[in-house]
């Protein structure tokens, strides 16, 4: 149906009650359609310049390529409407109603959705440059694509609204709740995200350069790769939040939560780190070069109970690259299948009584030997682990003597006295529970049959500092065919012990 003249009101709506629905192109400039229902009719490319259809019942109809600029649709009812390629620019769309509507490509420019309902709508490639979305509810709501530099979305709230490479530059999302929302590959450059609500997010590979987070809510968000040189982060919440990879040159983290947060392979050259709370975070494969930190927060309430300060910038640079301390279990035998499983099952009870254990091993096979590797991120857990992971072998028994003798020599070295009991104290724990540990391992072992844990092995230990110390290397090591004496403890009393035991990375 082709109309090209001017239909008033009165016109409309009688063509409408008739049971007309087609209005493809027709022109309605400045008309006042207010409170009219045009439910399920189609517009489309239909000129609405400047109408005012404010309250009306528009859901479920085809508006495609329209033009309604500078129109007037608030409180409108565009539920489950059709408004691709529209244009609505400078348009009023306050507290309108556009759940499920279809907007893909659509041009918002400057228009005013305050407190719109936007549920599960799709603005995929749609510009929203510099519109007003405070207050939008947009869960679910698709903004793939879109251009919103600039836009005010103060206040707004949705979960599992997807903006993945969403234009967001400039744009002021202060105090909105967005949990689980998928801002991965955004552009968010200078974004104003103060007290914002991003639990749960995906902001992996986003670019927050210059972006303001302080105070945010980052709990559990994925920051993988992400670009955060200069942003704000100050009192902010990243406690659980993957930050791997991320580059954080010359942010301010002051005083932001990382606890149990991960950032391997994070950038964070030349900022200020001074009073993050760090409590479980790794301390190793991160770049902290010419950073500010006079002091952490090592409390696992991040509550301030236990501070750890620095005197210069290369203490706090040598604290935060911390490398893992690691117990390694060279055997001079290649993994079978049987071992391996009888191993599994030996550290899983292991686990049980000393949680510490409970990640997993990295193994190595090469041609003719096995390498088993646990990593601990505390210094303190390095004796009392490799006394329980050799449980399973042979070798044991001289082992825990070297161990033993070890501990002992501990107390004789100028460590300081809270050092002294730290180290003993985690060692007493493992030895005073190793009879019924020895008890389920041997059992659990007896299960299966394999000669690996009867071959030689050699049990090194590796600090933070990376000073290493052979606990044990039995004599037929390497010497295939051949027999020897069991080894007796010959670890030096003189410096390399005290080398090793300096090495430690100890927190006071």
Known sequence: MEIAALLNRFELVKKYTEGNRDFTEINLNEANLSRINLSQ???????????????????????????????????????????????????????????????????????????????????????????????????????????????????ASGSSANFEEANLHGADLTKAELKEVNFSNADMRQASLQEVDLSGADLSGANLTWADLSGANLNGADLSDAQLSGAN?????????????????????????????????????????TGVKIYLLPRFGVKVDDITCEWVDL??????????????????IKFLNHKPALVQIVVDALLDPSANTALATAYYEIARYYPTMSSSPNIEIDYRRTTITFRFESDEHLLPSAFLAVLPFDDSIE????????????????????????????????????????????????????????????????????????VHHNPNFGKRGQNHRSSKFSVSVGQSLVDFMASFDYVD
Not at 308 to 313: D, E, W
Request: charged share 20%; net charge positive; with cysteine.
């Open 299 to 316: 409390s696992p309430r991040g509550d301030r109970t236990q501070i750890q300060k620095f005197n210069s910038p290369s203490e706090s």
């Open 233 to 273: 982060l100050n009192l902010a919440d990243l406690s659980n939040a993957n930050l791997a990879n991320a580059s954080l040159i010359h942010a301010d983290l002051t005083e932001t939560n990382l606890m149990h947060a991960d950032w391997v392979g994070a950038d964070l050259t030349g900022a200020n780190l």
């Open 399 to 470: 082992i825990h003597k070297n161990i033993v003798e070890i501990g002992k020599k501990i107390l004789n070295q100028d460590l300081g006295k809270k050092r002294i009991v730290q180290l003993c104290k985690e060692l007493n724990a493992a030895i005073n529970n190793i009879r019924e540990v020895k008890k389920l391992v041997l059992a659990k072992k007896a299960e299966y049959e394999t000669k690996f844990f009867d071959s030689p092995t050699k049990t090194i230990l590796i600090s933070s500092g990376m000073q290493s110390l052979i």
């Open 41 to 155: 009719s189609i517009l489309r490319k239909a000129t609405l310049f400047v109408t005012n259809i404010g309250g009306a019942n528009l859901s479920e109809c085809d508006l495609t390529e329209a033009n309604l600029n500078v129109a007037r649709l608030s409180n409108t009812n565009l539920t489950r409407a059709i408004l691709n390629g529209a244009t609505i620019n400078v348009a009023n769309i306050v507290q309108a109603n556009l759940t499920e509507a279809q907007l893909i490509g659509a041009s918002l420019i400057r228009s005013e959705l305050i407190r719109a309902e936007l549920s599960k709508a799709n603005f995929t490639g749609a510009n929203l440059t510099q519109a007003d979305l405070r207050e939008v509810q947009i869960t679910g709501t698709n903004l793939s694509g879109a251009n919103l530099s600039g836009a005010n979305l103060r206040g």
